[in-house]
T-cell receptor, first 116, second 114 residues
Framework: NAGVMQNPRHLVRRRGQEARLRCSPM?????VYWYRQLPEEGLKFMVY??????IDESGMPKERFSAEFPKEGPSILRIQQVVRGDSAAYFC?????WGSGANVLTFGAGSRLTVL | GDSVTQMEGPVTLSEEACLTI???????????LFWYVQYPGEGLQLLLK?????DKGSNKGFEATYRKETTSFHLEKGSVQVSDSAVYFC?????????????FGTGTSLTVIP
């Protein structure tokens, strides 16, 4: 039973390019969370999604960042016109359906974005 | 609002020393509490959890007790090993209308030296 799969593991972009990070949740999990971890800092919540629905995006920057979790396929975190300050590790986590009794987050290994 | 505050690091200990990492929380409801561990270059892994007051979570020699009266969930280990060197995150989970929201502390870096 594969865990949370994130790709790419490492991504290098030049300033102004777009970055797309993908996350496939654990089998049977219906909720996806995205977090950002800056060097030497803690974990910052960005967005929380169900299939085809954004539940909470209070941690997402208002510009350049967007996230989706389509009916088919992985969740995608998209960063347009990247800047050096976007360099960070981006972690995806998934959890089972609401009410299933198991409210544990399972994390992926992360995608490390470097902006040159 | 709902939040987690944990002890600032970094923490450096000698092998076989005792470890305590403090964690306190603020929550409007009845949270579940967690400790996650992050080894270098990896994602977070669940270390232990407790879902109600007075529950004790334990795993790999680590323990934490859910103390409602002091709103705390301190992580303890009696004898640390070099392999315990990692960043430790305290977290809480609260139910919301459509799912659970999770709140993480800032992480405490632990280095164990031989």
């Amino acid at each position: 039973n594969a865990g949370v799969m994130q790709n790419p593991r490492h991504l290098v972009r030049r300033r102004g390019q777009e970055a797309r990070l993908r996350c496939s949740p654990m089998k049977g999990h219906s909720h996806v969370y995205w977090y950002r971890q800056l060097p030497e800092e803690g974990l910052k919540f960005m967005v929380y999604l169900q299939k085809e629905n954004i539940i909470d995006e209070s941690g997402m920057p208002k510009e350049r960042f967007s996230a989706e979790f389509p009916k088919e396929g992985p969740s995608i975190l998209r960063i347009q016109q990247v800047v050096r300050g976007d360099s960070a590790a981006y972690f995806c986590a998934s959890s089972p359906p609401w009410g299933s009794g198991a409210n544990v987050l399972t994390f992926g290994a992360g995608s490390r974005l470097t902006v040159l | 609002g709902d939040s987690v505050t944990q002890m600032e690091g970094p923490v450096t200990l000698s092998e076989e020393a005792c470890l305590t990492i403090n964690c306190t929380y603020t929550a409007t409801g009845y949270p579940s509490l967690f400790w996650y561990v992050q080894y270098p270059g990896e994602g977070l892994q669940l270390l232990l959890k407790a879902t109600k007051a007075d529950d004790k979570g334990s795993n790999k020699g680590f323990e934490a007790t859910y103390r409602k009266e002091t709103t705390s969930f301190h992580l303890e280990k009696g004898s640390v090993q070099v392999s315990d060197s990692a960043v430790y995150f305290c977290a809480l989970s609260l139910p919301a209308n459509t799912g659970n929201q999770f709140y993480f502390g800032t992480g405490t870096s632990l280095t164990v030296i031989p």
